[in-house]
């Protein structure tokens, strides 16, 4: 199985989500990206479909959107 | 570990992140309960937290709420 991609942005929201995700899903199977840091990946991140952080997209591409902390056009500030 | 719990309404954005949760998570960890259907779960379901399904409820208690489905009013109908 390929990895999933948990892209978020450092929210209290965000942190809390990502423990849950990397507890249920395990470590080895999702690479985590923080956005408020690695802004190159932001236009990445928009071209997956993420609409707002956190959010999780599958193996298969699909795009959860976890809660609700900020939308793209929070992140890019 | 225990089980997390998935609580859906038969929504088709519920349908599609149930997928992608059993395949996530594993379909052995994880409860499928269908508010549409169990509606003696949505008192359950609300006092765990959830406030909109899809929502998966992790081990831990955290109620993480996928996308939007449907608020519970309206799972309540």
Redesign the interface.
Known sequence: MSK?IFYHAGCPVCV??EH??V???GAS?VDIVHLGSETSKISEAERAGVKSVPA?V???G?V?????GASMEDVKG
């Open positions: 999933s809390s989500a849950d995700i507890n249920l899903v199977n999780l599958t193996p298969n699909n959860l959107h976890i809660n609700f």
